[in-house]
């Protein structure tokens, strides 16, 4: 696959390329700076954390002279750049077959089929399986995302728009991030066929809601917020943090805006507010809940 991402890059015909890898392929970093010099072409790779194309690192490519971002590992879903983008998407060939031979008695009949990017090629082989298996599948087409069953953490509207025909949902792929973003909006079972361990787990989001719950009725009380934004491309969301200082304010609470690229619990040790409001991705309080050692919660769970 490594052969055929430079040949992509070749074909775009750049000097100077920054290249943006997801923590899983950063081993490929060398091999690949390695057959781009082959190439004639001078590459820089990032190794500041890369989690989706949210966060595409244009002006760092601008600084370094590159005449070519490459975002490996996610798809395009319409970030502004300031310098060319080539998205490689590291398709998977994964066979889901031999674990929904064995587990395909704990899905129900009507399977809603949902993936990351990288595995969304193993959801029609899922499909053909499973329907010659007397179930139904369905995917449904996102908002922010390109293809039919994609999901993001921030972006489950593939699913949600297919939930009232289906008794559960399908996720094929890794990670814990894109079950649970779903599992957390959706009231329909949501399991996880796991490709590292070729395992089909339900999703149990009991702990991540109780959290979520114990943190909506503590920031009831708070008077002192920190609203949290990233400066990523792709998760800047200044107007809803300005929007929400406003509104904390009429209601006679105070609150302050900061701005991080990742936000992260130790920059904010030495700033003492009751709460935080998390303006970026909604994976930093859902998943690190607990590590901010105040309450965190995203803007919908705010107001819910
Ligand atoms: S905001 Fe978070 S969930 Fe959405 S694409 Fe970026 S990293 Fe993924």
């Not at 081993?27 to 004639?40: M, Q, W, Y």
């Not at 890369?50 to 590992?73: F, N, Q, S």
């Not at 983008?85 to 949902?114: A, H, S, T």
């Not at 996102?142 to 593939?158: E, F, H, M, N």
């Amino acid at each position: 696959m490594i052969e055929e991402l430079v040949q992509k890059i070749k074909e775009k015909n750049p000097k100077r390329v920054l290249i943006q890898l997801p923590e899983g392929l950063i081993t490929k970093s060398k091999e690949l700076e390695d057959l781009l010099l082959k190439e004639g072409i001078e590459s820089f790779v990032s190794l500041e954390p890369c989690y989706g194309a949210c966060d595409l690192r244009d002006c760092e490519a601008l600084r370094l002279a590159c005449d070519l971002l490459v975002h490996v590992g996610h798809s395009d879903f319409g970030v502004e750049s300031k310098v060319p983008v080539l998205y490689y998407e590291w398709r998977m060939d994964f066979d889901p077959v031999p674990v929904l031979k064995r587990e395909k008695d704990k899905l129900p009949e009507r399977i809603g089929l949902v993936s990351s990017v990288n595995f969304l090629d193993s959801l029609d082989k899922a499909k053909e399986f499973l329907e010659s298996q007397d179930k139904v599948c369905y995917t449904g087409t996102g908002v922010r995302t390109k293809y039919p069953g994609q999901i993001l953490g921030c972006d489950v509207s593939a699913a949600l728009k297919i939930e009232e025909k289906v008794d559960c949902f399908l996720f094929i792929g890794s990670g814990e991030f894109h079950v649970l973003g779903l599992a957390m909006k959706t009231s329909k079972p949501v399991f996880s066929l796991k490709v590292e361990k070729k395992e089909l787990e339900h999703v149990d989001k009991e702990l991540f809601a109780k959290q979520m719950h114990v943190a909506v009725a503590l920031v009831k009380d708070c008077k002192s917020f920190g609203i949290l934004v990233s400066t990523k491309a792709g998760q800047v969301q200044a107007e809803k943090a300005i929007e929400i200082k406003k509104k904390l304010e009429e209601k006679g609470k105070k609150a302050w805006i900061f701005t991080m690229d990742t936000i992260t619990p130790e920059k904010l040790l030495g700033l003492d507010f009751d709460c935080y409001i998390n303006c970026a991705c909604p994976r930093i309080a859902i998943e690190n809940r607990t590590s901010f050692g105040k309450p965190i919660l995203n803007p919908d769970e705010l107001n819910s």
